[in-house]
């Protein structure tokens, strides 16, 4: 006689569920199927179809925008869950509700009224659920229990063959599309764009933000086919215009039903105004036409996006930005220049060995005055020795200083930050700044907040 499988019995901790949930299948890895997730689905009464969603795609954005959504539909007196992936420090912040994520009370009971089922949809199918079709099951049974008025959900990888797929959104917003997990959704834009147009379903809206013409093509011709009403950043709604300000910036966005200005938004970057824009759009097109204008600034003013730009220590001043790929640190490398005057500006960087690190170095290289490489605590880190050889060939070897141990490259990149002179007093003596995978970035951001 066999054992039960480790979740096929309640757990009593967040340690044992952590330990279940990570004994799965890892969630890298993407057999395209929904077979598994929907016979869980089923055999959970089919959770996903108790509330309405706003579902989201794309290669950078997804995370920060997932948040502006919900601000926004909460302003509105709906009540929300959000499912966004990967977490930064812990597990559970990938399903909140009304805002907040589960404690570790209310991720126990998630998982342990979901837990009975999984070893029936394992016993059946030829893979076993993975990590990620457990949680994505959890939380809709999480949001179906609450219950929530409106899900806003962020795929994980691609869309079509996503397990977050069950839901048949109202809105589908993809956001721009770029190279990322090439193994698995096409080294091409155009190609990843026909995995991610997978999202827009017969009837609903598709909230498309601003897009090169061999994407845009490919998402319009899913439009078409499903019958999908189509709103374009750029076309039917866009950024106004946008002025960096203390703490964030000031931006006046042309929405789908109506003009917002001097809208305060507490986060850095053309990108983000961007993502202000798509996130405006999306709310509209939910049935909600056009918005009170003091609510949408109440509401933007209240946003936040941890790992994003995010200051989380002053003197020397440390930002954390989680941009993983070449699109990603371009975006943060612009809004770095944009918004702030450091000198010097130096990089703590830990990436993954199955990334662009190449194309995320060119992208930070002109910003940084040193660039201090390390690696994170997971098996996919790429060695902080390797990562520097390849950091010298980009940034020069006088510039590269390889430290394997993140808190002492941290402390190692302060010093040097503290020696230089700012050209904002107001800012500090120079900063730090902390990126290049959403794990390093989420080691640091637990390391620094319990330093505070």
């Not at 992936?85 to 009304?98: F, Q, T, V």
């Amino acid at each position: 006689m066999t054992d039960a499988p480790p979740d096929a019995r309640p757990a009593e901790t967040f340690d044992e569920v952590e330990d279940a949930l990570l004994s799965r299948w890892p969630e890298t890895k993407l057999e395209p199927s929904l077979d598994r997730i929907l016979a869980f689905a089923e055999l959970l009464g089919e959770p996903q179809r108790s509330f309405r969603s706003v579902h989201l795609t794309g290669t950078n954005g997804k995370t920060s925008t997932s948040r502006m959504v919900e601000t926004l539909l909460r302003a509105l007196d709906l009540r929300t869950g959000r499912f966004t992936s990967p977490h930064l420090e812990k597990m559970s912040e990938r399903i909140s509700i009304d805002g907040e994520p589960l404690d570790d009370e209310e991720f126990v009971r998630a998982f342990n009224d979901v837990a009975p089922y999984t070893h029936l949809v394992d016993a059946e199918q030829e893979h076993p659920l993975s990590f990620f079709e457990t949680i994505v099951g959890m939380a809709y049974a999480a949001f179906a229990d609450a219950p929530v008025d409106v899900a806003v959900v962020e795929v994980g990888m691609g869309g079509a063959w996503d397990a977050t797929n069950v839901i048949d959104a109202d809105v589908a917003v993809v956001l721009p599309i770029a190279v990322d997990h090439e193994k698995y959704l096409g080294s091409d834009p155009a190609t990843i764009a026909v995995e991610k147009a997978g999202i827009i379903k017969p009837g609903s809206v598709a909230v498309l933000a601003q897009q090169t013409p061999e994407v845009a093509a490919v998402l319009l011709e899913r439009a078409a086919e499903v019958g999908a009403t189509v709103a374009r950043e750029g076309m039917e709604f866009g950024v106004v215009s946008r002025t960096p300000a203390v703490g964030g910036q000031v931006v006046s966005i042309q929405g789908l039903r109506a003009r917002y200005d001097d809208v305060f938004l507490p986060l850095y970057g053309a990108h983000q105004a961007q993502n202000a824009a798509v996130a405006l759009a999306a709310v509209e097109s939910f049935g909600t036409g056009a918005l009170d204008e003091d609510l949408v600034r109440a509401a933007f003013a209240e946003v936040t996006s941890p790992g994003r730009l995010e200051i989380i220590r002053r003197s020397p001043t440390i930002l954390l930005d989680a941009a993983h790929n070449p699109h990603g640190a371009e975006a943060a490398a612009a809004a770095l220049s944009d918004s702030f005057s450091f000198s010097p500006l130096i990089g703590v960087m830990g990436v993954m060995e199955d990334k662009d690190y190449e194309g995320v170095l060119a992208a930070f290289e002109p910003h940084l005055a040193h660039l201090v490489v390390t690696q994170n605590s997971t098996p996919r880190s790429m060695s902080a020795v390797a990562l520097g050889r390849v950091a010298a060939e980009v940034f020069g070897e006088d510039r590269v200083t390889v430290v394997p141990d993140l808190a002492e490259a941290i402390d190692r990149a302060a010093t040097l930050a503290e020696a230089g002179e700012a050209i904002d007093v107001s800012i500090g003596a120079g900063a730090v700044l902390v990126t290049g995978s959403v794990v390093t970035v989420g080691e640091a951001r637990a390391m620094l907040k319990g330093r505070r």
